[in-house]
Structures are given as structure tokens and as C-alpha cells.
């Protein structure tokens, strides 16, 4: 049977914390609070710029801001007015944000001040890191908007994905998608109003914004709000803590100082993992140091989550575990035929996890489902008899560094373009800290000026390219290795690379 869902995702999560308004939701570094009648009460004055703004139904809002109560109760604003929110890694140089606005054709864009935007004409308000801008002005002289829309829009947000050639693209998440995901995982994980989940991920990505986020409200229960991950404020953000997400470079972090261990965690009951694979060995390390199994679970951004290891049954290290409540997967071989038990093929999956598709974008909507509507995920595993899956990389050449997802393409156009380059190959290696670390490896034009090369290569990155993507390590060589169609090994660099990061 098929669950009846609400319009609005906000009168879904204020009916959820309804009764802890007197309660903490947002505990931030320096002690202060928000409570949950704060975060309403904020949010309503938000939704009420919103539409003093011309905002309505269905149009998109951009924000470029830091992590802060004002940009979740802008988040929220825009759920309560059925807008769109559209949320930008705060790294995206000017150019970056310039297709996203281009292609999201946002109502208003929320920027940090002194920011320059590609706004044309559209109407930018200034968010800055502490909560002030104008955006905060509007909301001290705005009266409380007291009724949420009774109609949500279809699409409760839109988050930029890249391709392996194409643009990136807009993933339009529903209402549905997002509640169905967050009920799922609160039920799953055990949340309750007892919890306190310290938060350290970033709020301009699934992992921060929805699963977190979701989580704690549906349970009305407190968020340690952290502007971002630092291993000292972490642990001193951790005593009465009870649960924490984060990517695996978090808990390499917590391990890498040798102190760390049972004393940090008493309070704890929960460690959860994903957005790029936790190696065997951080989970083994981290469970000798701790006693603590970390929870692995899997998940992208137009699927939400997907699987997870078990609360309570057996967390095995190198597998994601098994679907979630009401989500279906599939591992298929390159013939589109079901793969037997234990064999290698692309992860598959449908479910009201499952986005509607990407913004403006149809046949790339079509091209990234089956006729089943099944969704490829691009991801390679397999599945035991029992229906756990285990991960085994991706069919395409992405690089997870950090949990950021980089896609090398984007790099290797703008190095291509720099003069004296004739070619570039870029890829990811094994990275101590971040997993993956980015790698260029560049053939420049006879007689070229090594050192000369390298800087303006650098110098072309610089400002067209989110620092995160940059590479790490350039190399710059007399050719390229190449199969017999002529086509870049690209698996040859990467043993080449191998030890680049870690010896
Ligand atoms: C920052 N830098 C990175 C980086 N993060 N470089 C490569 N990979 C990254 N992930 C660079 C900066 O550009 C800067 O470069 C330098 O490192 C220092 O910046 P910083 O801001 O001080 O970095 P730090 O705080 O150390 O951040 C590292 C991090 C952070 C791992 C803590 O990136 C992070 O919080 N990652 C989480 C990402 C996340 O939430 N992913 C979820 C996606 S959702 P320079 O050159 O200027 O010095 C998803 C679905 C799912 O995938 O399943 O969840
Ligand atoms: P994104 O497009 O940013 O949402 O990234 C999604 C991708 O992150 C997935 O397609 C996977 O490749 C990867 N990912 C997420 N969780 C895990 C995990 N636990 N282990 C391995 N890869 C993961």
C-alpha cells in the first residue's frame, strides 16, 4: 500500500517536534541555543521575507552560505512557502555559481556579504556567518508569518550533481524522497527525544542537511551544531553526545590523535558513516580504540539513503548493508540481467527515496533510469545471499575526496585550455586523510618550461575552480599511457600514482 504523504516536508517535521518547542534544537559552539518554537518562530518570519520578495510556490532560492540557525531556518522558511531551496557548496568560485544560477533561474539568491554573484537581475541578500546581512534585517522588522503553505511544491529541493562528461545537474527532491528517507532512518537508527547528535557536516549536502537534520527534528531532540569538523571542538563537543554522522575522514581524524579513545565516547551509543567508503581498517581501528562499531550505511544524492548496516545485528566492515524500509535494489550485469549472488555489477534502486529527475533535464532523466523506473546509481557491488551489499567502486572515474565528489572531466577541460598543455588526465589516489586525492597528470608541448607550465596551470584553477577540486599533486610527463583503441589507461595511472599520498 502506498503511503499517503503530506504536501508541506515543514508541517511534516514541526507536527513531529510539536511538542518540544520549549526544547533545545541547535547548540551552538559557544553555548547558546535555539529551541524549536525559536526555529519555528525564525522560520515563519523567514517565509515571510520570502514572499515579501516575490517568492512563491515552486521558485527556487539559492543560498551560498556558512553553516548557521539563520541558514537552516532560511531552509526551512522555503519549506513552509513550498520553495525550492537550493543549497551551494560554500567552496564554488564565481564561475561555478554562475551555471548554477544560469540553470536554476532562482527568485533570490541568499549570498555571504562581500561575495560577488552572477546575479543579474535577480535579488541577492547577504547571510553572513554569525546570522547578520540583510537578510537578517528584513526578518527583525518582518511580522511572524503564522500559516504554512498549504500547498508544498512538489520539489522540496534541488542539489547540483556532476556527470562524468556532461554539466551538472540539478536533482529535484520531492517531499516524498525526503520524508520517506528521514522516517525511515529515525526508525532505523533508533532516534529518540533522548538523543543528542553532534553535527559537524557541512548543510549544503544530503548527508548534513537532510539525514541529519531530518533525524534530530523528527524526533525533537538536540543537535550539537558545529560550524564545521575540527578535531578538538569535536571532542569537546562529544562528552553527552550520543550520535554522530560523518564521512570517514572524520574518524581517520579522531584516530590520528593517539588520545582519543574510550574516555571521548562514553556517552555516546551511535557512529555512522558514508558518503565514500570507510576502509576496513579506520572501522577495525576505530572499534579497537573505542569498543564503538561504526555504522556504515550508503547513499547518493538523487536517491538519498539507500542502505545501511544494521543498529542493533551484525555491522560487518567493507559492506553497506541492506536496503532501507520500502527501497528496492537490484545489482545488474552490463547486459541489464540480474546478477548472481556474490558477482559484480551496477547497484540499482527504486523506492519514494528515488528523485524525480533532474531540473530541466529530461533526457538525462530518462538516460539515468530503466523502463522499470529502476534509478542507476553508477555504483559497482554485490549482494550476499541474504541481501547485503558490498561495494566494490564505480563504473565511472569519479573521485571521492573528503566525501566531496569530484568528477575529472571538469578538471582536465580547464587544464587542457591552459597554453603549452597539449593533454591532462586526472584522477584519484589512495589519500591517508581524504580517501581519494586528486592527481594531474599533464603532457605539456615540446620544450616547454616545466615549472612555468605547472604555475600556470595552477593560476587557470585558481578562481575557476572550488579549492577542494584543485590537485593535489601535478606531474607532468612526455606522454600519456593509451590502449589499443588509443583511449587513456586511466588504470594505469592510478598504480603509477598509487603511492603519491602515502609514502
Ligand atoms: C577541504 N579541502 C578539501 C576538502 N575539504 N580538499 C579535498 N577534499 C575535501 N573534501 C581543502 C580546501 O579547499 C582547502 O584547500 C583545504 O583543504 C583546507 O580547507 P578546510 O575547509 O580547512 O578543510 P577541512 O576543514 O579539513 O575539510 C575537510 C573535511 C570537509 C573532510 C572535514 O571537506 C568535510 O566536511 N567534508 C564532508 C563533505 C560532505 O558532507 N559530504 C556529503 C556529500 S552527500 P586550500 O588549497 O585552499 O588550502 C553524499 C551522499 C551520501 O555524498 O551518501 O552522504
Ligand atoms: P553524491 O553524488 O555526492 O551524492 O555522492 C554519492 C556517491 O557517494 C555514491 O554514488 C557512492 O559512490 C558514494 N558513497 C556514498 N556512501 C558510500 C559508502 N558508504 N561507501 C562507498 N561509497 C559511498
Known sequence: MTAIVPDNLYSVLRAAFADQLEGVFLRLADGSVVTYGDIDDLSARLAAVLV?????????????????????????????????????????TFDEVAYFVADAEPRL???RPGVPMPA??????????????????????????????????????????????????????????????????????????????????????????????HCAMLRGCEVRFLPRFEVGAVRRALPGATVMMGVPTFYSRLLAEPSFGVDDCVSMRLFISGSAPLTESVHHAFTARTGHRILERYGMTETGMITSNPLHGERIAGTVGYPLTDVVI??????????????????????????????????????????????????????????????????????????????????????????????????????????????????????????????AIRATLDGHLARFKHPKHLAVVPDLPRNAMGKVEKATLRRTYAATFTT
Open 120 to 213: 543579474g537581475s535577480t535579488t541577492v541578500l547577504t547571510l553572513d556567518d554569525a546570522g547578520g546581512g540583510t537578510l537578517a534585517d528584513h526578518v527583525s522588522v518582518t511580522a511572524r508569518r503564522q500559516e504554512i503553505a498549504a500547498m508544498g511544491g512538489r520539489t522540496a529541493a534541488m542539489l547540483y550533481t556532476s556527470g562524468t562528461t556532461g554539466k551538472p545537474k540539478g536533482a529535484m527532491l520531492t517531499t516524498e524522497n525526503l520524508v520517506s528517507n528521514a522516517t525511515a532512518l529515525a526508525e532505523l537508527w533508533g532516534f529518540s527525544g533522548d538523543d543528542v547528535l553532534l553535527h559537524a557536516l557541512p548543510i549544503f549536502h544530503v548527508h548534513g542537511q537532510f539525514i541529519a537534520l
Open 109 to 111: 539568491i541568499v549570498a
Open 52 to 92: 515579501e520578495h516575490g517568492v512563491g510556490c515552486g521558485d527556487r532560492v539559492v543560498a551560498q552560505v556558512g553553516k548557521s540557525p539563520m541558514a537552516v531556518a532560511l531552509y526551512l522558511g522555503c519549506l513552509r512557502i513550498g520553495a525550492v531551496y537550493v543549497a551551494l557548496n560554500e567552496g564554488y
Open 330 to 455: 537490484r545489482v545488474v550485469s552490463e547486459t541489464g540481467d540480474a546478477c548472481p549472488t556474490g558477482e559484480i555489477g551496477v547497484v540499482e534502486v527504486a523506492g519514494p527515496n528515488v528523485f524525480a529527475g533532474y531540473w530541466g533535464m529530461p533526457d538525462k532523466t530518462a538516460a539515468s533510469s530503466r523502463p522499470d523506473g529502476f534509478f542507476v546509481t553508477g555504483d559497482l557491488g554485490s549482494l550476499s545471499a541474504d541481501g547485503r551489499l558490498t561495494l566494490s567502486g564505480r563504473g565511472t572515474d569519479l573521485i571521492i575526496s573528503g566525501g566531496l565528489n569530484i568528477y575529472p572531466k571538469e578538471i582536465e577541460l580547464l587544464v587542457d585550455d591552459v597554453p603549452g598543455v597539449i593533454e591532462s588526465a586526472v584522477i584519484g589516489v589512495p589519500h591517508p586523510d581524504l580517501g581519494d586525492g586528486v592527481v594531474a597528470v599533464v603532457v605539456g608541448e615540446p620544450g616547454h618550461d616545466t615549472e612555468a607550465l605547472v604555475t
